[in-house]
């Protein structure tokens, strides 16, 4: 069995083409994932190619229309640096520790594609692109299309993720929340990210996003499109209906972490919350 590590792009590329193998970054999922008995090394069962090292696609910076997120960028990195979108510095800010942040990537989040992957809630919201590369060329594919369920992703063997892309989307406020067993270091129980811009009393952009509530983040298109050009006295008459319909778009179970009529309360609890707050913003 192989374990390398590429001296550049290109030669992890061409490994890549070359061999079925495990991407390492920062590990702290892939480890866990292949934990050996203690005392001992993690269990491997092909090749393994570590990417931490790849600076090329480490870089935070922005062009016109995206921030670039390079894929082996730590989450400490990207929590650091001013070009990262606040909603995701956020979401950020809550994931396990500060030592799991200095080698978690945002890339590995969404290839681990767990339903309680706390920065895919971010990507979806936010309509984050991923780039991916292969000796064979490169295609940009959304979050939303490329986690196909868990642990299930939209990535051919020789591809690699080398940056995810935020449009620098502008919005008035945005929230999230993130429900765990303990206020920090803990996996969520559900979580819920959201944007709203009020323009003349009337919502002008309205997008909500669920983790942990479904095999994956859940977004609803056909709600926004309803909410958004409501005036804020129409809306707070409809807040109800809206967590309702929201309630439905979601599918909670029972897992070790929390019931599923836990999680729908606490998913109803935030959407209301979130209503009530585009309301009663006194944005222009
Ligand atoms: C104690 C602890 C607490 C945690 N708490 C949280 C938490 O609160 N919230 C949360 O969301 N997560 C949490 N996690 C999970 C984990 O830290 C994150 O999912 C992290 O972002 C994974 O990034 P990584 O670089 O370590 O991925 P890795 O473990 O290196 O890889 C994860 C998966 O992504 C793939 N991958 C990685 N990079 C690429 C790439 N460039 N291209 C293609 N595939 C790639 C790997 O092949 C693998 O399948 C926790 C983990 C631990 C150990």
């Known amino acids: 069995m192989v374990k390398y590590i590429p001296s550049s792009l290109d030669d992890a590329l061409k490994f890549l083409a070359e061999h079925d193998a495990y991407i390492c970054a920062g590990g702290t ?6 934990r050996n008995i203690a005392g ?10 570590y990417v931490s090292n ?10 016109d ?3 670039h997120i390079g894929a082996t960028a730590t989450l400490d990195e990207i929590y650091n640096n001013k070009l990262t979108p606040e909603l995701l510095k956020k979401a950020i800010g809550e994931v396990a520790s500060v030592n799991i942040r200095h080698f978690a990537t945002l890339a590995g989040n969404i290839a681990n594609a767990s339903p309680a992957g706390d920065t895919i809630v971010i990507d979806y919201l936010l309509d984050a692109e991923l780039i991916l590369k292969s000796v ?9 299309d490329f986690v196909l369920g868990v642990r299930k992703i939209d990535r051919q063997k020789d591809e ?8 620098k989307t502008k919005y008035d406020a945005g929230m999230w929340y993130k429900v765990g067993s303990r206020k920090a270091d803990s996996i969520s129980k559900v979580s819920v990210a959201g944007i709203y811009s009020i323009q003349g009393g009337k919502v002008s952009k309205f997008a909500l996003a669920y983790g942990s509530s479904a095999i994956t983040v859940r977004r609803s298109e056909a ?9 804020q006295k129409e809306l707070a008459n409809r807040i109800e209906e809206f967590v309702e319909k929201y309630s439905q778009t979601i599918s909670p179970i029972d897992d070790q972490r929390s019931t599923k009529d836990y999680r729908l309360l606490v998913a109803k609890n935030i959407t209301r919350k979130f209503l009530k707050e585009v309301v009663e913003a006194k944005h222009e």
């Open 160 to 167: 690699l993720i080398t940056e995810i892309l935020f449009p």
């Open 29 to 34: 999922d892939l480890m866990v994932l292949k």
């Open 223 to 231: 709600l926004e499109k309803e909410i958004t050009g409501l005036s």
């Open 65 to 67: 229309k995206y921030v």
């Open 54 to 63: 790849l600076k090329e696609i480490s870089k935070i910076y922005e062009d």
């Open 136 to 144: 064979r060329g490169e295609r940009a594919v959304k979050a939303k």
């Open 40 to 49: 001992h090394l993690p269990k491997f069962d092909k090749d393994v190619i």
